[in-house]
């Protein structure tokens, strides 16, 4: 043993978080260790609170403090209007354009089959079940503009299509083999080129 | 172009410096004496990576920690560049601006003799130089490929859904053709070069033909897509994707005859020459970079009269390395470097 427990205890939680490794779990240990009582409890108060105040909208599984998140409860967006995202981080970065005043759907991922990730892993059972009850008349595909998303958003199109609901697409300036989060301009003339009917 | 080079505990040398002239340098010594590693070390200078694909550690001389590299690039104002490389990665001070490398070893010749997988490789290789955009459009592509694959190999097993297998043909067509259309516009612009080439040698026309199952189809998606779905069954029967530019061949003929087939060794070499010739003039062309050649043993296995034709058109480069095992008498008149044993580490 390198280290007394209580030290290798939070070393190892610390590097489970993603992105972070062995040695970057190691400083932000003994970083943690260096600071006051008050800051370290803060933090851990934060993510207890975190886990515990936030649950997934029962609606569109986006991050919720009650049964329902921030948009599904708000009477003044638009229910007929759905948005599919893969993670609830995608919602932040469409609100960020202020252009859509519709509700949102998560699906918590894209399939993926080289990752085993298939629609029965993905809250598209759900959605179907959104679409024929809530009186939806257009689904806008706002998956990340990468392959796996296209695929996903093909393969939602040809589920929902004959539900009689309008599919669509967002559209030109999305970024290749990127995030949403991360949206960049570079690629437009491509993205336009290689445009899509669903 | 490249004024000098310095060496230390690269590959096999223990120390050593290099001042080259304009035009043609030729590198002569015996097997063994690093010709092929100095080329190395000025391509890895020039391109930032080796074209042998070797690991750090490989280009560190034996028994000792870490490799040092210098160069010295003039054609404006003198630059210099220099590089330490070790196991765990390297440190670079200095940078070169518009100057790059293009590379010919003997092995490229399985551009001609290998199979349509070597010569796709070669292909994307070049059409990733000389095309803004390919690297990621082949990337894209492969991705999907490999995505489709593993759906159709599920569907295959019994435990996959067919609607999964057809949600990703829309992206099979579309960056499969944007592959086929990047490589035959690549293609088409080495193909320009090339015909000058051998049109100077009178050796007929060299051409160069894309096949791909995606050929037929620009800007006729919706075909496409129908004609990718009627390849469904066998798909799945096979296991794999059946239709896209991973099964394009690409065709050398040489004066109307097969270059695989029917051109000899040394003829399938004159080809290989060229193509990296002409994928030189294209970066050249496109980037307004200074593209230095870096021929390794490009003069064996021909006979006099193609040498003196390989010598006649590298001679117009700015600046060219041979390597050859002997001097010869078509060398005369070109700075000769000639590796003694004293190089060796």
């Given amino acids: 043993m390198l280290y007394a427990p209580p030290i290798a205890r939070l070393v190892e939680e610390l590097s489970k978080l993603p992105g972070i490794g062995q040695k970057t779990a190691q400083r932000l240990t003994f970083h943690l260790l260096k600071v006051p009582q008050e800051e370290a409890r803060a933090l851990a108060e934060a993510i207890v609170e975190a886990r515990e105040k936030v649950a997934f909208c029962a609606r569109c599984f986006n991050f919720a403090q009650g049964e329902l998140c921030e948009f599904c409860a708000n009477p003044r967006r638009d229910p007929s209007l759905v948005c599919v995202v893969e993670r609830p981080q995608d919602i932040v970065a469409v609100e960020r354009t202020g252009e859509f005043r519709g509700l949102y759907h998560v699906l918590g991922g894209a399939i993926s089959p080289i990752d085993g990730i298939g629609p029965e892993d993905l809250k598209v059972r759900e959605l179907l079940e959104r679409v024929r009850k809530d009186g939806v008349s257009e689904v806008i595909m706002a998956t990340n503009p990468r392959v796996e998303g296209e695929a996903t958003a093909a393969y939602l199109a040809g589920l929902l299509k004959p539900l009689g609901v309008k599919v669509t697409r967002i559209a030109s300036g999305i970024p290749v083999g990127g995030d949403l989060e991360y949206a960049d301009e570079i690629t437009l003339g491509r993205a336009l080129k290689g445009r899509l009917e669903l | 172009m490249i004024e000098e080079v310095y060496l230390k505990d690269f590959r096999n ?4 410096g290099f001042r080259f002239s304009k035009g043609l340098n030729a590198i002569i010594g015996d097997n063994g004496l690093g010709k092929t590693n100095l080329l190395e070390a000025l391509f890895f200078l020039l391109q930032g990576k080796t074209m042998r694909g070797s690991e750090p550690k490989e280009l560190v001389r034996w028994g000792t920690e870490k490799a040092q590299l210098g160069i010295k690039v003039s054609g404006g104002a003198a630059v210099e560049k220099r590089i330490e490389i070790c196991e765990e990665g390297r ?8 100057i790059r490398a293009v590379f010919f070893k003997p092995d490229d010749i399985w551009m001609i003799k290998g ?3 070597s010569r796709r490789k070669y292909l994307d290789e070049a059409v990733v130089e000389i095309k803004r955009g390919f690297r990621v459009t082949l990337r894209e592509y492969h991705r999907v490929l490999r995505q489709r694959n593993e759906a159709i ?15 990703w043909n829309p992206l099979l067509a579309r960056w499969g053709r944007m592959v086929v259309e990047e490589r035959a516009e690549g293609l088409k612009e080495l193909e320009k070069e090339m015909d000058a080439t051998t049109g100077r040698w009178g050796v007929g026309k060299l051409e160069a033909r894309l096949y791909s199952s995606m050929g037929d ?3 006729e998606e919706d075909k496409l ?3 990718i779905e009627r390849m469904e069954s066998a798909e799945i029967g096979r296991g794999m994707t059946l239709i896209g530019p991973h099964r394009d061949e690409v065709i ?3 004066g109307g005859r097969s270059a695989r087939r029917d051109c000899s060794q040394g003829e399938q070499k004159l080809i290989a020459m060229v193509w990296k010739m002409a994928l030189a003039e294209t970066i050249a062309r496109n980037t307004r970079e200074k593209v230095i050649l870096l021929m390794d043993d490009c003069l064996s296995e021909l006979d006099r009269r193609n040498r003196l034709l390989v010598l006649r058109e590298l001679e117009k480069w700015e600046q060219v390395f041979v390597t050859h095992a002997e001097d010869l008498e078509e060398l005369k008149g070109f700075n000769k470097i000639f ?3 004293e190089n060796r580490g």
């Fill in chain 2, 91 to 98: 440190k670079e001070k200095g940078k070169l601006g518009g």
């Fill in chain 2, 252 to 254: 050398f003929n040489l």
């Fill in chain 2, 153 to 167: 190999r599920a569907v295959k097993r019994g435990s996959g859904d067919i609607g999964l297998v057809r949600s």
């Fill in chain 2, 217 to 219: 189809f620009f800007g």
């Fill in chain 2, 225 to 227: 897509i129908r004609k």
């Fill in chain 2, 339 to 341: 590796l003694g044993r």
């Fill in chain 2, 115 to 117: 199979g349509p997988e």
């Fill in chain 2, 13 to 16: 040398y223990e120390e050593a």
